[in-house]
């Protein structure tokens, strides 16, 4: 008498070896990230529970047209290998987008497994493993049995562990990508890092190369032949730093290396979202169009500072960027709906500690011929609207991007500690020269062209305050920042007097200290607060002997107000008012235009 056909798989208790089952995958997938023994534990359970002899799991690439087996347990054997999706089992699921059940291996077309293992194979059945709708792959299992018959509660149980194989195989994706992501963010980092570091080296380096030709060529008297020499070796040197400076004037955050603009804001939102929990939304309007390297920086910096910003003391629930393409310039907008603040609490702490990080993105826009408008309420959230043109103003200024410094210390020890210093502080500050002697920093200074120069008051041979005065003649916008040993050395009235802009005492810490010479880059002056406190008694309020145009240049300083925004109110340049506050300050005996603001 013939054997009836078995039906579905024949354990002692079914539903307890499937509980067993999913839970033990379940324990899997729940640290496990490498694919391929994950994929075999889930094929293991799989034949277990179907009473199959033999499986396989398969990813699917339909745009290719292929498909590739990434387990194969029992016979055929052909993990790794790549086949055509109109070829075998899982051509078929795909082709039908469904399960598939056949009673003879014989009866799929194009089967891959050779003979005499064909003919040991019967029962066969596959089931597509999909994710978000669309097929990444399947799951066939196979049976020697000739009595097995595989049932649609078959194929309902398989596709139950097909879930299971896709999120496998879709944590182990995220995983690589996370992990590929990350080596390519830590290379980048320091590849910066280390061009930075070559670029400033090498720059301070031919800096110095320049400044002593220019020093042999004083010095000496050579003849015709060897003044050529050095003429030609100091061009030389002067095309080599500025060649080195043009290397890396595309050099960019690393979330910017290999993404745009609108890539890389998207990561630093997902940032906002694992670290806030808040709720983020970014639009794009216009064409996405290449940006100047340097207006992408600086505009994925202020995206960054202001989303740390909203992390950080907004309290908000959700917040919005919108970057806008235009064809002459590109904006972003930051939105928050938090906390918010007073605006005219801002303009005042512009002048203190508490207000430079808001000051700070003001300046990384005007950096580069920029705006930048904050907006706020109490309670009703803050808008940020940062737009900078599309294309550089001067495409050839190699200087642009950072505040570039001139160190001046007659100690070795003490120059190197404020280079490290202003590096590790900002990095947006670019020390461009090194030396001991201030009797050579005119020299220095037209050569390599500062935003700041950073020495102290008491200098051997020429001091802070005739440093200053000497480099005033030269370049009256020039901004000196000075270390002071003491809050009451006379010398501090006298250097604020010459046009010194900054003063820090020699105990500030890194921070600080690039505070003031930012400030001083950007125009204004920062003193530390105890320095404030011993000038502030200077006597901001003897002016009986200014003029008529001096108090009014005086009233708009102490209203906070830049000094462009005062010669458009009094119609007079911005040269007039540099030299109408200067003598406000020697009249007044005020040490800085801080000073007589805060006043």
Request: hydrophobic content about 45%.
């Amino acid at each position: 008498m013939p054997e009836e056909p078995t039906h579905g798989p024949v354990p002692a208790d079914p539903m307890r070896r499937q509980l067993d089952s999913l839970a033990a995958m379940a324990t899997d997938l729940a640290g496990q990230f490498s694919l391929e023994p994950l994929l075999e534990r889930i094929l293991q359970h799989t034949m277990e529970l179907l009473g199959g002899d033999s499986g396989s799991i398969c990813t699917v690439d339909e745009v290719a047209g292929t498909y590739r087996k990434e387990v194969d347990l029992g016979v055929g054997c052909q993990s790794g290998r790549t086949f055509p999706l109109d070829e075998g089992v899982t051509g078929e699921v795909v082709r039908r987008r469904r399960p598939v059940i056949f009673d003879e291996y014989a009866d799929i077309p194009g089967g891959h497994i050779p003979a005499p293992e064909r003919d040991e194979l019967h029962g066969v059945i596959g089931v597509p493993i999909r994710w978000n709708g669309t097929i990444i792959g399947s799951c066939v299992v196979f049976s020697r049995d000739p009595r097995r018959r595989f049932t649609p509660d078959d194929a309902a149980l398989l596709e139950l562990f097909g879930t299971h194989a896709a999120i496998a195989i879709t944590n182990a994706r995220l995983h690589a990508q996370a992990a590929e992501r990350a080596r390519d963010t830590a290379i980048m980092a320091e590849r910066e890092r280390m061009v930075r570091d070559v670029h400033d080296t090498v720059g301070r380096g031919l800096a110095a190369v320049l400044l002593h030709l220019d020093d042999a060529e004083r010095r000496l008297d050579p003849g015709a032949s060897a003044r050529a020499a050095l003429t030609e070796a100091r061009a030389s040197a002067r095309a080599a730093l500025t060649d080195t400076r043009r290397t890396v004037l595309g050099l960019g955050p690393a979330l910017l290396d290999g993404n745009s603009l609108g890539e890389a804001i998207a990561l630093e939102l997902a940032w906002v979202e694992s670290t806030a929990a808040l709720a983020t939304r970014l639009v794009v309007i216009g064409d996405p169009a290449p940006l100047d390297p340097d207006a992408a920086r600086q505009l994925f910096r202020i995206t960054q500072e202001s989303l740390t910003n909203v992390v950080e003391h907004a309290r908000a629930q959700s917040v919005r960027v919108g970057l806008v393409y235009g064809s002459e310039s590109t904006a972003v907008l930051i939105e928050d709906d938090g906390c918010g603040f007073d605006p005219s609490v801002y303009a005042h702490a512009r002048s203190t500690r508490a207000g430079l990080g808001l000051h700070g993105l003001v300046a990384r826009a005007q950096h580069l011929g920029g705006s930048l408008l904050v907006d706020s309420t109490p309670g009703w959230g803050t808008r940020i609207r940062a737009e900078i043109p599309s294309a550089p103003a001067d495409p050839i200024d190699p200087a642009r991007s950072r505040w570039r410094v001139l160190v001046v210390h007659d100690s070795p020890v003490i120059r190197a500690g404020l280079v490290r210093m202003l590096a590790l502080a900002e990095p947006d500050i670019q020390v461009v020269g090194e030396l001991a002697d201030s009797a050579q920093v005119v020299d220095a200074y037209e050569l390599l062209r500062p935003h700041v120069v950073l020495t102290h008051l008491r200098m051997p041979h020429i001091d802070g305050v005739r440093l200053t005065a000497y480099l005033r003649a030269v370049d009256p916008g020039a901004a000196v920042v000075l270390l002071v040993d003491s809050v009451s050395d006379e010398g501090v009235r006298e250097a604020a007097q010459g046009g010194a802009v900054g003063f820090v005492k020699h105990d500030a810490d890194a921070a600080g200290l690039a505070r003031a010479v930012v400030a001083a880059a950007r125009g204004d002056s920062l003193m530390t607060v105890d320095l404030f406190s011993s000038s502030a008694g200077a006597g901001p309020d003897a002016g009986e002997h200014l003029t008529a145009r001096e108090r009014e240049v005086r009233a708009l300083v102490e209203q906070g107000l830049p000094y462009k925004q005062i010669a458009a109110t009094l119609d007079i340049s911005v040269k007039t008012v540099e030299k109408h506050v200067g003598s406000i300050l020697r009249k007044t005996g005020a040490p800085n235009r801080r000073a007589l603001a805060a006043h």
